[in-house]
């Protein structure tokens, strides 16, 4: 079966050659998966700006289907959440006692290592083992491992945070230019932004 694939962003058409095709929605990711004839994949990213449309051979290419706008909300949450999850796993930098920086990664593991640590020096160990990102694993004097933990539960709280108001902001759209505007890392509306800063500033 022949696709037409057309990007809404610069217009650009292509056509394919494909025996599937797994839209987003069904995909529980914001990609839509095209199974090629020749056995490979072509995966468009974000699936919100592609619209894919079978040819029908010796007709007049028909209209693609236009996702509606809740179709496209639905996109953009999986979007902007796997977009948060990535951020917080990738971790934060934290500054020392001494002044040394250095970076601490927050894969699953990571977190479940450093939560150890801080429960550690909390019941009264003078130190704990950890590594930074790149380093060999020493004892942390109980001050570090806290900057650390301190570190890391402010980054992913604000992440969780934001993309928390982001959500807000994508199911409170009106129309689909709205929604395909959002990105993660975008300044918040005003009366969002507030909220936000609210709520972070009554941790410390």
């Not at 990007?7 to 095209?34: F, S």
């Not at 003078?126 to 060999?136: K, N, R, V």
């Not at 570090?144 to 934001?162: E, F, G, Q, S």
Request: hydrophobic fraction near 40%; charge should be negative; charged fraction near 20%.
């Amino acid at each position: 079966m022949i696709f037409l694939i057309k990007n809404l962003e610069t217009q650009d058409e292509e056509t394919v050659d494909a025996i599937d095709v797994v839209l987003g929605t069904e995909w529980g990711d914001n990609k839509t998966i095209l199974l090629l004839s020749d056995g490979s994949k072509k995966e468009l990213i974000p699936a919100d700006r592609y619209l894919v449309s079978m040819v029908v051979s010796g007709e007049d290419t028909p209209e693609p289907h236009i996702p509606t706008l809740e179709e496209l909300k639905g996109l953009k949450l999986s979007e902007l959440s796997v977009t948060c999850n990535r951020t917080i796993t990738a971790g934060c930098d934290v500054t020392l006692t001494d002044g040394t920086k250095g970076h601490i990664s927050m894969t699953e593991e990571d977190q479940i290592n450093l939560m150890a640590a801080q429960a550690a020096v909390q019941a009264g160990q003078a130190g704990y083992p950890f590594h930074l990102d790149g380093e060999l694993c020493k004892v942390y004097a109980a001050a570090d491992i806290v900057l650390m933990a301190t570190a890391a539960t402010m980054h992913k709280l604000y992440h969780t945070t934001y993309c928390n108001h982001l959500n807000v902001w994508v199911r409170r759209c009106e129309s689909v230019e709205e929604v395909q505007a959002i990105r993660y890392g975008a300044a918040l509306p005003p009366d969002l932004a507030a909220n936000m800063a609210e709520v972070l500033g009554h941790v410390g």
